[in-house]
Structures are given as C-alpha cells and as structure tokens.
C-alpha cells in the first residue's frame, strides 16, 4: 500500500489520464478527492472505485477555471479527509484552431482552463501544504509544448506550466512542499479519440519504444513523484513519453 492514507486531490478525474490516476492511487491505499468540471463522469469515477476500495474515493464537481470553484473544492477535500498531501493537476481542455484564425475566445479558454485553472489549484493547494509545512503538487504539461506540435494556445498554454512549476518549487520548498511537472507524450486516452487513424500512426512512428503512451504510465510516474522515493525531487519537468526528443 504504497500511498497508504496519503490524501490526494486530482484534477480532470472524470475520464482518461485523471481517472486511472484516482483508480491507482485510491487502490495502493490513497484517500482521494476526485474533480471535474463534468459531475455525472466524476460521480462516476467515485462509484466504481468505491465498489473495490475502501470507500475513500469522493466525487467534487468543480470548475478549475474558476477561483472560487476551486477553493471550495479544495476546503471539500480537508473537511472531508483533515489534510492535503498531493495534488495532480490533470484537467486540460485543447481546440484545434490555425494559428491566423485562432479566436479569442478559444485561446482565453484554453489559456484559461490549463495555465490559469493549474495556477489557481497550485495557489490553493499550496495554502493548505504551506500550514502542513509539506506537500507534493504534480502539473500535467505536454510534449507539444516542447516539439510545437500543437495549436499555438495549447503549446502556450503547456509551456507556461512548466514555467509556473520551476518558478514555484523554489519558493515552496522552504515550507517543505516539492513541485513537478510530468510532460506526456501521445498517450491512449479520451482526448485522443477522434483524431484520425493515419496521425496516429505518425505519431507512434515517432515514438522510440513504437507505441503509444497508456494513462497507466502516466499513473505511474505521479505515483514516484508522489512518495519517498523523489524526495530529493523538485522543480524538474519529467517527460514520459517513450523516448521522443524535443531539443
Ligand atoms: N492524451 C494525450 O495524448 C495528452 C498528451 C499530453 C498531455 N496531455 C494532457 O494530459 C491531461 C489529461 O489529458 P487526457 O488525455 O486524460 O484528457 P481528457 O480529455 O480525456 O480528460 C480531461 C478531463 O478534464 C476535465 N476538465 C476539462 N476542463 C475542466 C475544468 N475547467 N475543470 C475541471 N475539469 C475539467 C474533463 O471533463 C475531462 O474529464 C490534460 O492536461 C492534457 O492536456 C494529454
């Protein structure tokens, strides 16, 4: 039970990545606040696993985007459970916009959920950790940020992560609380489904391990940078992404 009574709020838990985040953590013993924008995929995610857990899996409707959706999302998970140990910032939204012809609300939008919705859940996570004097924040960025393979308000978007997370695990660290960012590649999810089959193709092809990244990978990776075992890391962006280079 590697994150036993560890209490773990992830964000963008109603499917994909988010989801298989809570199922992992919540069956190595994790007490869970599961969140979405989307309360029926959330309300189920908290069903499923409370079926073969311990019944510590809640389901928060929340808005990321929003400041006063996300305090109150994060005063849920304490009320409920006491404390906040880590956080995994997943929600993200993309929209597939030409660069000349992005409107504005699209790039407010994109901007809005991934880049200010992570800043407002680091800022309110942090003021709990910062009381705990420790805590353990995971963002989610995007290998498109690197490479620019991406619309421009999503590359931008996930860019800025990274930037948020080095500027603020300095100065967190003072108060004990490590801050990292994990970079997907393509990875097997919801958020992939409709894109056609030849692009996937392509992109598996530029792949070095030759397949697409599973959410369980991307599970796995939170689960390091959420124990003992990176104690010793903070600031860093970690790419998971089977090898693809983005110099
Ligand atoms: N799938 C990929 O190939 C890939 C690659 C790199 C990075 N990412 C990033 O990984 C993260 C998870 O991606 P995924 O593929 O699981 O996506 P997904 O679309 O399958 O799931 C995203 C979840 O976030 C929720 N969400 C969206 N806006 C929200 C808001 N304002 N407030 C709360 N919840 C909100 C959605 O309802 C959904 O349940 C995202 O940040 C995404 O940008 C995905």
Redesign the pocket.
Known sequence: MKHQDQVVLV??A?????ETIVGHFANAGAKVAA????PE?VAETAKALNGDTTGNVIGIA????DSESVRAAVATTVEKFGRLDVIIN?????SIDEFINTPDEHWDKVIG??LK?TFLCCREAAKVMTEQGSGIIIN?S???AMTGEGPSHYCAS?AGVMGLTRSISRELAASGIRVNTII????N????ADIPDEWTQQMIAAIPLGRMGE?EDIAKAASFLASDDSSFITGQNIAVNGGMSFI
Do not use: E, F, L, R
């Open positions: 964000t963008g109603g499917q994909g990545m988010g969140v979405d924008i989307n995929a929340a808005n990321i985007a997943c929600a993200g939204v993309g959920v991934n919705g989610v995007s290998t498109a996930k997907p590649g393509p990875t999810t919801p958020m992939m959410s």
